[in-house]
Every structure is written in C-alpha cells, then in structure tokens.
C-alpha cells in the first residue's frame, strides 16, 4: 500500500520533464561527460585541497580529456568579533572560485562562473588550535565548492554542452553563478 502511495505520488513528477541527473550511473551521460574534464593545477594549500576535490568528483578515469576546468581561488579570513582588548573573537573565511571549463579541441571557453562559501571559525587562547580550525574550514570550503561546481558541470552536461543560462550552443554565454555572501 505504501509503495502504491509513492508512485501516486511520484506519477507528476514523471509528466513536468523531471529526469535523473545521474541515470546510467558511471556509463551514463553526465557521468561520461564528467571524467572527460581534467582539472588544472591550482596554486597553493586550498589549490591543492580544491584540485583534489574535484578530481574526486569528476572520476576521471585516464581517458583524454575533452575539457580542461581551470580554476582561480580567492581565500579570505576576516576578523569578526572584537573584545575591549581588540582581539578577535570570531573568524570568518571565504572561499571564492572563479571557474572556466575549456573545450580543447576547439580552444574556447565553454562555461564561465563562480562558486564560493564561507565558514564561522571561533578564535580561542590557543593559536594552535585556532590554526587546526581554520584549516579545517578551509577543507571543508574546499569540499562545498567542489561541490557546487560539480553540479553546474553535471548541469551544462545534461543540456549537451549547451550554455546554463541561454540553453544555446556551446560558447554562447558566459555563465554567472549565485555566490554566497
């Protein structure tokens, strides 16, 4: 009776155009389209977190890429509460991403956005355990935005390449992304 429900349920879906992202799993299209996107090298410590991020995500698999994802980090720390004595309480670190995905074997950008988070880190007495926190907020900045911009690349993949904002042919527009603030 309950498996009955949810396919009631679940029957409209199925009319709007929904479809699943992923179908096909690892030999779907989004799947396929994904592992044929090498990431290039980014420069320094969250470089490195990110680059391997999205290496995790992209899955891939030695094959030659179609696509080349370079990326540019912004990674900011900003004091946020301040005592009497003005030190710093509070801690706010940004990570910003501006991201362009390459087709090579035309040499042009394809998709052209942004990605970010942000994290609250609190600052105590001790400095070491100030700097473990706010490294662990990187990593964990790291893995949202990979993330995020996995999704936006699943995203241009089900539309065949087409650009996320205007649905036309490759190259068509560069693409804004909703940044955090």
């Not at 799993?25 to 990110?50: D, F, N």
């Not at 990674?75 to 990570?95: A, H, K, N, P, Y």
């Not at 070491?128 to 995203?155: F, H, S």
Request: aromatic share 4%; charged share 20%; glycine share 12%.
């Amino acid at each position: 009776m309950k498996r009955f429900a949810l396919l009631l349920a679940l029957a409209p879906l199925s009319a709007c155009g929904l479809h699943p992202m992923y179908a096909g799993g690892g030999s779907g299209k989004v799947a396929t389209a994904l592992s044929a996107i090498e990431v290039a090298p980014i420069q320094g410590k969250s470089g490195w977190l990110m680059a391997n991020a999205l290496n995790d995500r992209l899955g891939n698999r030695g094959t030659s890429p179609r696509y080349r994802l370079e990326v540019k980090l912004e990674d900011r720390i900003t004091g946020l509460g301040v005592r009497q004595d003005d030190s710093v309480t509070r801690e706010r670190r940004i990570l910003r991403a501006r991201y362009q995905l390459v087709d090579l074997t035309q040499g042009a950008v394809v998709l052209d956005a942004t990605a970010g988070s942000d994290a609250g880190i609190d600052v105590v007495n001790s400095e070491y355990a100030t700097i473990a926190a706010e490294d662990t907020a990187m990593e964990r900045l790291a893995t949202i935005v990979a993330d995020e911009i996995t999704g936006r690349l699943a995203l241009f993949a089900t539309r065949g390449g087409a650009s996320v904002a205007t649905g036309g042919p490759a190259g068509a527009a560069s693409v804004p992304a909703d940044v955090n603030p």
